[in-house]
């Protein structure tokens, strides 16, 4: 079947703009993930949405960034009045929902921010 | 917090030779899941093997075999007959088992280059 998508494929924004990167889960996983990964900091975790739960934020870095999920399937990352730091992969991942069950990854999204 | 450390920023293989990829972590919990994944220039992250720290057998995928020692947190990756298509950078990964937490917390990454 078909995996993770994410769009765009590449980002780029002038700084104090802002911007949404979609992701597409795995049809049938409940679970869905954002990551960041930079040079500098590497792989980092930034948001979890699980079924109707709410949200663990606790990744997130700042107020500029936020996340939804519509009906359980297609997620959005926002990031407002970006800065030059939140150039980076953006990377969405997907997975059933049980216990220590497997995460997909999508391509991600390369964001540079100019 | 958890965290995962990978010693090794590159490695180099010849094709058809052995490598192994070295990762450590530091956790308080007894219960908890390991993975390897791959990341090749496409930036797509694949799975290449999983472990259940409950479990003492150590996981096994074709070339891919893992060595888990819990009580040194040492959960190094081998691979066997070493392919052009392996060359990647090579991320550790730790998952709580506990509920609410089910990030992944990754290593800083292995860049193995496979050479012919």
């Known amino acids: 079947g078909a995996g993770v998508s994410q769009s765009p494929s590449n980002k780029v924004t002038e700084k104090g703009k802002d911007v949404e990167l979609r992701c597409d889960p795995i049809s049938g996983h409940t679970a869905l993930y954002w990551y960041r990964q930079s040079l500098g900091q590497g792989l980092e975790f930034l948001i979890y949405?699980?079924?109707?739960?709410?949200?663990?934020k606790s990744g997130l870095p700042s107020d500029r960034f936020s996340a939804e999920r519509t009906g359980g399937s297609v997620s959005t990352l926002t990031i407002q009045r970006t800065q030059q730091e939140d150039s980076a992969v953006y990377l969405c991942?997907?997975?059933?929902?049980?216990?220590?069950?497997?995460?997909?990854f999508g391509p991600g999204t390369r964001l540079t921010v100019l | 917090a958890q965290t995962v450390t990978q010693s090794q920023p590159e490695m180099s293989v010849q094709e058809a030779e052995t490598v192994t990829l070295s990762c450590t972590y530091d956790?308080?919990?007894?219960?908890?899941?390991l993975f390897w994944y791959k990341q090749p220039p496409s930036r797509q992250m694949i799975l290449v093997i999983r472990?259940?720290?409950?479990?003492?057998q150590n996981a096994t995928e074709n070339r891919f075999s893992v060595n888990f020692q819990k009580a040194a947190k040492s959960f190094s990756l081998k691979i066997s007959d070493s392919q052009l298509g392996d060359a990647a950078m090579y991320f550790c990964?730790?998952?709580?088992?506990?509920?609410?937490?089910?990030?992944?917390?990754f290593g800083k990454g292995t860049k193995l280059t496979v050479n012919p």
């Open positions: 949405f699980q079924g109707n739960s709410a949200p663990d």
């Open positions: 991942a997907s997975s059933p929902g049980t216990s220590g069950d497997t995460q997909y």
């Open positions: 472990q259940e720290a409950y479990k003492q």
């Open positions: 956790t308080s919990e007894s219960d908890y899941y």
């Open positions: 990964a730790y998952r709580s088992s506990r509920g609410g937490s089910e990030k992944l917390v």
